[in-house]
């Protein structure tokens, strides 16, 4: 009798111990969906069915602030990174390096030079580094050599690739004999078309309609693998889309001598490096030149952005208004839709939904940073993370209360700009978490009193019963 009861001690103490510390393996795989361009308030623009799916049988998140700039690539770092773009080093779609004296821009694809994205070290490195395999189709800098290593599997860019293709790929490596426990899938609408149309034009009804059309099918493959249950769905974006008009543009010829600066980004943030001697007359012409743009010396870009301590920002940034462009003159290519405006902008805020063993089922929360979800993927990868600028606990009430919560979570160190204190991160650990640990040593403390009494017992067994005599006669007395 007191060993059967020593024995389901021990097994409910080993057994609330390992929930407590740990994922089941299947339950650790990851993937991680972005479309480009998806605008928060898209999910209520027209009927997305898929997407209200994933809400209703997993979790939501109503705001996501993301990074300034909010341009594509800066901010897909951030979602694997976890780091404000002056600590990521991709601070725009277009760069210049004075340091390394070299450029990066988009609009070439002349993205391949590994240096301009080691100053950070992307969540696929952390996560192979840690023994596990990764998989990418087209997510931006998952074709670049990053400290000399690629993905496990990747595809190299091409936007010809179909969704359905990059999607059997992803199927494919999940399912794999050795199978990766981190996917990530790009794809490139609604952010295309948003530009083209406007984001405030009727025709964007169908371009959401065909990106809901998109999930829904990926749904669909993913319980077709039997990978839906088990398998921790997160869909987001990088960045919104505000209406700009041609009525609402600001022609820097106008104000500036082209020979007097080099335009290294343009709009909505120009990143203006003058040309040597000319930094105060290039920064008072535009000072005061127009109402809806702001100009900033780097000194003095404002801290809340984060954005001044990398020397790929340029000496001068002059920011437009929310849905103002910014120009050399009007024959520069203009756009319908933009983003990369202020990412305090409602505009300007992404999606941010997830589904699979790990999250809560019909949940919402107000809000997040997109910081956040780096430490939530090493969380659910059960890898350490590098130091980053983000907080698991302003997201940790999106996951299951049975998902274990022992997070190996990081600090970051005095040292990363901008990074949460530590003392932030030591409360981390949830409740459950304490709880889980409390009731595990509880039960083994139980278990070892218990233990220790039969032991003493069956040393001495004619004690208690000669007390009990003793006491006889003064009971009756
Ligand atoms: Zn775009």
């Given amino acids: 009798m007191t060993s059967k009861f020593l024995w389901v001690c021990f097994l409910l103490a080993a057994l609330t111990l390992a929930k407590t510390y740990s994922l089941q393996p299947d339950q650790q795989k990851v993937l991680l969906v972005s479309f480009d361009g998806f605008r928060w308030d898209y999910l209520y623009r027209v009927p997305t069915p898929h997407f209200h799916y ?8 109503k705001q996501v602030t993301n990074i300034f700039i909010t341009k594509t ?9 976890g780091l404000f773009a002056e600590n990521h080093g991709i601070v ?25 994205w080691e100053e950070a070290t992307p969540i696929w490195i952390t996560n192979q580094r840690a023994g596990h395999t990764s998989g990418a189709a087209m997510w931006p800098g998952t074709d670049v050599k990053i400290h000399e290593s690629f993905p496990t599997h990747y595809l190299p860019y091409n936007e010809s690739v179909s969704f359905e293709e990059r999607v059997a790929k992803i199927i494919e490596w999940f399912t794999s004999k050795e199978p990766i426990n981190l996917g990530l899938l790009y794809w490139e609408e609604p952010d295309d078309m948003g530009h083209h149309l406007g984001p405030d034009s009727p025709l964007m009804g169908p371009v959401i309609s065909d990106t809901d059309h998109k999930l829904g099918y990926l749904i669909q493959m993913l319980k077709k693998a039997k990978l839906w249950n088990v398998l921790n769905l997160i869909i987001t974006s990088d960045h919104g889309m505000t209406q700009c008009s041609e009525e609402r543009v600001i022609e820097l010829d106008q104000y500036l001598d082209r020979d007097h600066y080099t335009l290294i980004d343009q709009s909505p943030v120009a990143a203006i490096l003058p040309k040597e001697g000319k930094f105060d007359e290039v920064y008072e012409a535009l000072a005061h030149a127009h109402p809806n743009l702001t100009v900033y010396k780097k000194e003095e870009i404002p801290e809340r952005w984060h954005y001044r301590y990398n020397s790929r920002i340029q000496p001068i940034i002059a920011v437009a208004d929310n849905g103002w462009y910014v120009l050399r003159n009007k024959s520069d290519d203009f756009l319908l839709g933009n983003h990369g405006y202020d990412n305090a902008l409602a505009e300007m805020h992404p999606i941010f939904l997830a589904h699979g063993p790990a999250f809560r089922k019909n949940f919402t929360r107000e809000a997040m940073n997109s910081t956040d979800l780096y ?17 698991l606990r302003n997201v940790q009430d999106l996951l ?9 979570y990081t600090q970051s160190p005095p040292f990363l700009r901008g990074g949460v204190k ?25 278990f070892l009193i218990t233990f220790t009494k039969h032991l003493i017992r069956s040393q001495i067994p004619a004690l208690p019963d000669f007390q009990s005599e003793i006491s006889q006669p003064l009971l009756q007395a």
Avoid: W
Avoid at 73 to 81: D, I, Q, W
Avoid at 375 to 391: A, E, F, Q
Avoid at 400 to 408: G, I, L, V
């Fill in 92 to 116: 725009a779609n277009d760069m210049f390096d004075p340091i390394l004296n070299k450029s990066f821009s988009l609009d070439n694809m002349d993205i391949y030079d590994s240096e301009f």
């Fill in 400 to 408: 299951s209360s049975t998902a274990p919560r022992a997070s190996p």
């Fill in 422 to 446: 530590p003392r932030e991160n030591e409360q981390e650990e949830s409740y459950a978490y304490f709880l889980g640990v409390s009731l595990g040593a509880i039960i083994v403390i139980v």
């Fill in 73 to 81: 690539y800066p901010n897909h770092y951030t979602l694997v990174t």
């Fill in 54 to 61: 994933v809400m209703k049988h997993g979790v939501h998140v």
């Fill in 375 to 391: 430490p939530l993927l090493c969380h659910l990868l059960n890898i350490t993370g590098m130091p980053h600028n983000g907080s």
